[in-house]
């Protein structure tokens, strides 16, 4: 739990860094973000279903894998464009940060129509990783809605169900913490680690993607004993058990009232007393 919630918060502290590296405006970063929930409404009905009918810790496994998949291929642009912005420069003046066209006989250089984007690399960057945020939302749903299903089931005493529910809850503040954390930690150090470029140079771009690569290699990692898990765990009191245990108390509950009633009929039978 602690793992799955430090995502979200990672890749919050993290958007001005993508958004200063790829040029994005602020709509496109909102987009990006609306693709996990986007993901995980679209699929978490049709999850939950199938896995209800089979082994959820198994499945709940191979979501939080794909959930896996999908963060590494929101790292991918690090590996095809590296960390640097790369200014356009012509005749040794600055000509800005949009894809140009060369024209041999037009006077100024002029931006290449990509859709909005600042260059081929935002575009590419920006579909990789809303496909890498559906991914990380429809693999993540069954692991939120099953897991509850998963515990009340396996309680021995109910009554403690909502106790444990609200424990699993509870402990994802934790990786929230620790997912700023690990973002305030990865800004820090350059994109490309072998620069020895200082924070404090204008051209700095933190490394964004560190996090993303570890955190979804913890994902991975994490979902492996998962799969292992019985339907049932070990001392878990499955439905014929409950309804042996109903049977027994209303058959108490039934002997109670009989002895009930027979000591009333002696109480009745005694004389009474002048």
């Given amino acids: 739990m602690v793992v799955v919630s430090s995502y979200s918060t990672y890749q919050i502290g993290v958007l001005t860094t993508i ?3 790829f040029q994005f405006s ?10 996990n929930d986007i993901g995980s409404v679209l699929f978490v009905l049709i999850l939950v279903y199938v896995g209800a009918k089979t082994r959820k810790p198994a499945f709940m496994s191979y979501g939080i894998q794909v ?3 999908g963060m590494f291929l929101t790292a991918v642009p690090q590996f095809l464009y590296g960390g640097k912005i790369k200014h356009l420069v012509k005749s ?9 066209q060369y024209n041999a006989s037009a006077d100024t250089p002029e931006c290449e129509d990509v859709g909005g984007f600042a260059n081929y690399e935002s575009k590419i960057t920006f579909t990789l990783m809303c496909v890498g945020g559906f991914l990380i939302g429809s693999g993540l749903s069954p692991f939120y809605s099953l897991g509850v299903v998963y ?7 109910k009554e403690a169900a909502s106790f444990y529910v609200g424990l699993s809850q509870a402990i994802p503040m934790f990786g929230m913490m620790i997912g700023f954390f690990i973002a305030a930690l990865t800004v820090l150090l350059p994109a490309d680690l072998t620069d020895s470029i200082s924070p404090s140079d204008p051209d700095f771009i933190g490394a964004w993607w560190l996090g993303v690569v570890v955190i979804a290699g913890i994902y991975f990692l994490s979902a492996i004993p998962l799969t292992f898990f019985p339907k049932q765990l070990p001392g878990a009191i499955s439905k014929t058990n409950v309804i042996e245990l109903k049977e027994i108390e209303q058959i108490s509950e039934a ?7 027979k000591l009333f009929e002696k109480l ?7």
């Fill in 19 to 21: 958004e200063q590296r």
């Fill in 26 to 35: 602020s709509s496109y970063i909102g987009i990006i973000l609306a693709f």
């Fill in 67 to 69: 959930s896996a998949f």
């Fill in 92 to 100: 040794g003046e600055f000509t800005g940060l949009c894809a140009l």
């Fill in 151 to 157: 515990i009340d089931d396996n309680v021995h005493h």
């Fill in 255 to 261: 002997h109670d009232v009989e002895e009930a009633e």
């Fill in 268 to 274: 009745m039978k005694k004389p009474k007393g002048i």
